[in-house]
Every structure is written in C-alpha cells, then in structure tokens.
C-alpha cells in the first residue's frame, strides 16, 4: 500500500519560511516517479504549486509560487521537499504532495497517489 505523509506545516506569520516534507512508503522505485505539490485553500480548487522530475534535476513552478518556493528530493530517504520563503497570507492552504504517473504534471489528475496534506496558515 503506498502511503505519503507530510509535515512541516504550521502557522507563521508574512514574511516568514516553512519547510514542508514528505515521505513516500510502499511505493517501489520512487526515483523513477515524478512528484509534485499542490495546495487547496477554502473554498477554492486545488492547484498545482511545483513539480519535480525523477532525478531531481527539473523542476517547474506555478507563477505564483516562482522565486519563492523550491522543490527538492531526496530519493535514498523517499522524501519530497518544499522550500517556502517569504510566505504571504494568500499562501495559506492545505498543501499536498502527489506522485506523477502519467499526463501533464502541472494537472492533479495526472498524479495517482496522495498524502493528506499539511495545514500552512500565514498571518498578515
């Protein structure tokens, strides 16, 4: 059964940098899945925040995450990263991680496995 848990999230105020992560189990040959990240706010749909490819090696960005935010893997320990510098109020969602099998990797319909997403809440 593959399971993905994140961590990392909390409530910070602007300004402020998180680091999100997130561990892939049960899930053989992780470093050959692309990853990504995706955030839900209230009331809004999920959107797509980054995605990585297998080897670590490229990585895309929703504008407005773009110079703020950065992606990263560790493939010997399973683990995806998100990076979040200079966080603002709009920011805040629950954020997920997902691995990619196949379709557009900016699409979360594109991504067949889900953790339960990391709560960040930026106050202003």
């Known amino acids: 059964q593959v399971q993905l848990v994140e961590s990392g999230g909390g409530l910070v105020q602007t300004g402020a940098s998180l680091r999100l992560s997130c561990t892939v189990s049960g899930l053989q040959q992780f470093n050959t899945y692309r990853a990504g990240w995706f955030r839900q706010a209230p009331g809004k749909e999920r959107e797509f925040v980054s995605t990585i490819n297998e080897a670590g090696s490229t990585t895309y960005y929703a504008d407005s995450v773009k110079g703020r935010f950065t992606i990263s893997r560790d493939n010997a320990k399973n683990t995806v990263y998100l990076q979040m510098n200079v966080l603002r109020p709009e920011d805040t969602a629950l954020y997920y991680c997902?691995?990619?099998?196949?379709?557009?990797?900016?699409?979360?319909?594109?991504?067949?496995?889900w953790g339960r997403g990391a709560q960040v809440a930026v106050s202003s």
């Open positions: 997902a691995v990619h099998v196949i379709g557009r990797p900016d699409q979360a319909r594109s991504y067949q496995y």
